[in-house]
């Protein structure tokens, strides 16, 4: 049975200014450096309302028609709406990621691949650690596919859980939703602070979003009252073009401030009759159209625009980017005409002959892909093997549960025991908080990692989007709690190089803790290399694919001169050696990573190992080298 929802132009325009806002988002257009759209990942937030409310009033219309609602076929619209287009680009995606995925990659997509299939790569993509923020946009081809596995777990809950209370409360149902948005909100915002993976990712976090829509149905269904109000639809617009300018990664999210392009996305549903200058717009040709190809646009973009970045095709060229957006909205025309409403249609195709369609592809798939995986392992040599398993295992490193972390800190260990170690910096310490916690939980020693991307020891005013003065008080907070702790501190010391107020603020905070009577384990200076170790060597590879082997032979060396590296930190060097303590000890990655009796240079790689997986963050054997010697004098210090 097709449901009777009276079909409203507006919304589908909401639904193209909502994927453009995530186009433009991925597209990274910059203007003197300033990130225009940086807020465009919003869209998918607007998305969410707009679901809210029309499975409500399909819900409630039904309801009221047939004085029961038929499960079975509103999941039977569901499969018709959602997955023929899914599996498609799937399948396609599926060979891109054959031709331009390295082993590790491929293997990492096709688990994501799967996840997207059965509607759970938001788990997927949560417990392996795939940021969303960190990258705009990412080098998982289906990290977007995501908020379709929200939609679709909700679109599995919510149903029941509806039609369960809307029976028992009738009329109050409304005072239900309310408490539940005010409640799910302050949860979401609480979960913002220090489970930011969790809380981007979870339907948990995502049903106040879903539930404003819903309420925006349910007011409609018993009020029934005609809105056209066009102050307050073009506020709403004003405050979802807002957000996409003004938010970005940093922000907390979703959270509070999410509030604002919900809000909006209400506000336009709400007063939901074509008049005024925001009916214009959005019930516009083109805007409707787009609308209409929302959903393979979504579908489509992100693969095609992660698959030319991985390529390197879109490396700072805007015009190919655009020209790859050309061909998704081209796919996205053909997808909508021969796909969705080919599936969609009763009269062409039955349910009986699409389930068995549809089966058909999806085991197709998983033969295919475990085909390709075993194909894949004798394509590349072990070098490249090794190389991404570095990657991912620094990846995993930086999104561990206890990365990112602004006030409740990670704890391992005994509370009662007084012997513990913090580990405080930024991204490069990142990389070896897992190692380390193993080690020190083989001695009885607290571990407390403090790392946060761009945020190191320093406690000055403003240091950048990711780190500000409340995470370094927190900071504070925390060590102060355990007297004559071991603290070890690194940060990336090319930032201060010329600048005398930080270096003397970094300075004077390593002698505060000092008096304090906490010992302290300077890190001096990680090399960073002018090339992105990762890139070069693939790079090597592409252009060398019959004698790669010989060629890296020939050209491994991915170095440094001792000489650079020591001009780029010259003074903050300077100003660390004239420090000393009993309780200050010094790490010298130099004396591990440059061999400077012999020819000068510092490495990042060699013949068998990667030290550095880009120009700067560790390798898991890079941090393995960083560790041993770390554990040597953790175990000297304590035993004193």
């Not at 289906?142 to 379709?148: E, G, R, V």
């Not at 509070?256 to 009759?273: Q, R």
């Not at 240079?601 to 997986?613: D, G, H, M, V």
């Amino acid at each position: 049975m097709k449901n009777n929802i009276r079909y409203r132009s507006d919304i589908d325009g909401l639904r193209a200014v909502a994927v453009i806002g995530v186009i433009l988002y991925h597209l990274e257009i910059s203007i003197d450096n300033y990130l225009l759209f940086s807020g465009g990942f919003l869209g998918v937030d607007v998305f969410f309302v707009i679901s809210g409310y029309l499975i409500t009033s399909i819900i409630l219309k039904e309801h009221s028609i047939e004085k029961k609602f038929n499960f079975l076929e509103f999941y039977k619209r569901r499969i018709r709406r959602l997955v023929p287009a899914l599996l498609f680009v799937l399948l396609a995606s599926l060979v891109c990621a054959y031709l331009f995925l390295l082993p590790i990659q491929f293997k990492s997509y096709i688990n994501s691949l799967f996840s997207s299939i059965f509607f759970y790569s938001n788990l997927h993509f949560h417990y392996t650690g795939q940021s969303y923020g960190q990258s705009i946009l990412s080098t998982q081809p289906l990290l977007h596919t995501w908020s379709l596995s929200v939609e679709e777990q909700f679109y599995i809950l919510y149903p029941l859980l509806f039609i369960f209370f809307f029976k028992i409360l009738k009329t109050q149902i409304k005072f239900v939703f309310y408490v539940f948005i005010i409640v799910s909100l302050i949860f979401t915002s609480y979960m913002s602070v220090d489970h930011s993976s969790f809380n981007f990712y979870m339907i948990t976090n995502r049903a106040w979003e879903l539930a404003c829509g819903a309420l925006l149905s349910i007011n409609h269904f018993q009020i029934k009252k005609k809105r056209r109000n066009s102050f307050w639809k073009i506020f709403g617009l004003i405050l979802i073009i807002f957000s996409f300018l003004y938010f970005d990664s940093s922000n907390a999210h979703p959270s509070y401030l999410t509030l604002i392009p919900v809000l909006g996305s209400c506000l336009i549903i709400d007063n939901y009759y074509k008049e005024g200058f925001v009916d214009k717009i959005l019930t516009n040709r083109f805007f409707v159209k787009i609308g209409l190809i929302s959903y393979s646009l979504y579908l489509w973009h992100h693969p095609i625009l992660s698959f030319g970045k991985i390529s390197g095709l879109t490396e700072n060229s805007l015009f190919f980017k655009f020209v790859l957006i050309l061909i998704s909205f081209s796919l996205s025309i053909f997808t909508y005409a021969y796909i969705e409403r080919y599936f969609r249609d009763y009269k062409k195709i039955n349910f009986k002959k699409l389930a068995f369609i549809i089966s058909s592809i999806i085991f197709s798939l998983i033969i295919l892909a475990g085909f390709l995986v075993e194909k894949q392992k004798k394509k590349y040599p072990k070098i490249l093997h090794d190389l991404y398993e570095q990657r991912w295992f620094v990846t995993k490193q930086y999104h561990k549960p206890c990365f990112q972390r602004k006030k409740y800190f990670c704890f391992f260990g005994n509370q009662t025991n007084q012997h513990t170690v913090f580990l405080v910096g930024d991204s490069l310490m990142a990389s070896l908080q897992e190692e380390l916690r193993i080690n020190l939980a083989e001695r009885r020693i607290n571990f407390i990692p403090m790392t946060n991307a761009g945020c190191d020891f320093l406690n000055y005013k403003k240091q950048n989007k990711f780190c500000n003065k409340e995470i370094q008080l927190n900071r504070e907070k925390k060590i102060n709690q355990f007297k004559e702790s071991i603290i070890i501190v690194h940060l990336n010391y090319r930032n201060i190089e010329n600048n005398d107020e930080k270096i003397m603020s970094f300075i004077d905070n390593i002698n505060k803790y000092l008096l304090l009577g906490h010992k302290i384990i300077l890190i001096n200076p990680i090399p960073q290399f002018k090339e992105n170790v990762s890139e070069t060597i693939y790079k090597i590879y592409r252009e060398n694919k019959n004698n790669f082997l010989d060629k890296y032979n020939k050209n491994e060396k991915i170095s440094l001169n001792h000489k650079l590296y020591s001009k780029q930190t010259l003074t903050i060097t300077q100003e660390l050696d004239k420090l000393s303590h009993k309780n200050l000890f010094f790490i010298y990655p130099d004396k591990i990573f440059c061999k400077t009796e012999e020819n000068n240079e510092c490495l990042a790689n060699s013949l068998k190992n990667i030290y550095f997986t880009d120009a700067s963050h560790l390798s898991r054997v890079g941090s393995e080298m960083i560790n041993s010697d770390l554990i040597k004098l953790i175990e000297k210090i304590n035993y004193k």
